[in-house]
T-cell receptor, first 112, second 111 residues
Framework: NAGVTQTPKFRVLKTGQSMTLLCAQD?????MYWYRQDPGMGLRLIHY???????AKGEVPDGYNVSRLKKQNFLLGLESAAPSQTSVYFC???????????FGQGTRLTVV | EDKVVQSPLSLVVHEGDTVTLNCSYE??????LLWYKQEKKAPTFLFML????IEKKSGRLSSILDKKELFSILNITATQTGDSAVYLC???????????FGTGTRLTIIP
C-alpha cells in the first residue's frame, strides 16, 4: 500500500526554470493538498483540490499552479522558479476535509 | 485570520519523563483539531479531536480538547527516545476549508 507518493524527492533549479512536482495517491481520496514547509513557518497551504477537475487557492498560492486531471494525481507547477520558493514541499490527501490527512515523503527543492 | 500557537517551542527531557505539549488556537469556524508527529520526513497522524472534554488515547499518548478555552494538550507518558520529534497541531476551519498548522514543539528525549 503506497499511500501518497511524491516525485521527485530532491531537485535543484536555477532561477527562472520551470518544473512540475507530481503527487499520486492510491486511497481514492477526494481531497488533495500541496503544502510548503519552511523553518519557523510551519506548514502553509499552497493549493488544494476537493475533487477531480477542481482546484482552489490556499494561503500562499502566488508563483504556483496546480492541476487535478485525474482523481489520484495532483500536480504542482512552478513556471518561473525564484529563490524564495526554496522549501520542502509536501503533498497530502484526505477522505474528508478536516479529517486525517496522509502526507507524502516530501520534495526538497532548492532554487539557486 | 486563523491563528495557532504551540508551546513550548522546544523541550528536552529524560527518558521516562512525562511531557505536556500545548496548542492554543483562534479559528472562526472550528470543526476539528489534528495532532501530527513529524520526525525527519512526512508528518504522521496522531489524533483528531472534535468534541470538548473527551480524551483520545493511544498507548502512552493522549490528547484532549477544550473548545471553550480554545486549546488542546498532548500528553506523552514514560517517554522514549523514539518520541523525539516535532509535534504539530492543526485546527480545521470549515469556513475557509483550511487546516492551519502551528510551528510545532520540538521534543528531544535524552536516554
Amino acid at each position: 500500500n503506497a499511500g501518497v507518493t511524491q516525485t521527485p524527492k530532491f531537485r535543484v533549479l536555477k532561477t527562472g526554470q520551470s518544473m512540475t512536482l507530481l503527487c499520486a495517491q492510491d486511497m481514492n481520496h477526494e481531497y488533495m493538498y500541496w503544502y510548503r514547509q519552511d523553518p519557523g513557518m510551519g506548514l502553509r497551504l499552497i493549493h488544494y483540490s476537493v475533487g477531480e477537475g477542481t482546484t482552489a487557492k490556499g494561503e500562499v498560492p502566488d508563483g504556483y499552479n496546480v492541476s487535478r486531471l485525474k482523481k489520484q494525481n495532483f500536480l504542482l507547477g512552478l513556471e518561473s522558479a525564484a529563490p524564495s520558493q526554496t522549501s520542502v514541499y509536501f503533498c497530502a490527501s484526505s477522505y474528508l476535509q478536516g479529517a486525517e490527512a496522509f502526507f507524502g515523503q516530501g520534495t526538497r527543492l532548492t532554487v539557486v | 485570520e486563523d491563528k495557532v500557537v504551540q508551546s513550548p517551542l522546544s523541550l528536552v527531557v529524560h527518558e521516562g519523563d512525562t511531557v505536556t505539549l500545548n496548542c492554543s488556537y483562534e479559528v472562526t469556524n472550528f470543526r476539528s483539531l489534528l495532532w501530527y508527529k513529524q520526525e525527519k520526513k512526512a508528518p504522521t497522524f496522531l489524533f483528531m479531536l472534535t468534541s470538548s472534554g473527551i480524551e483520545k488515547k493511544s498507548g502512552r499518548l493522549s490528547s484532549i480538547l477544550d473548545k471553550k478555552e480554545l486549546f488542546s494538550i498532548l500528553n506523552i507518558t514514560a517517554t522514549q527516545t523514539g518520541d523525539s520529534a516535532v509535534y504539530l497541531c492543526a485546527p480545521f476551519d470549515f469556513g475557509n476549508e483550511k487546516l492551519t498548522f502551528g510551528t510545532g514543539t520540538r521534543l528531544t528525549i535524552i536516554p
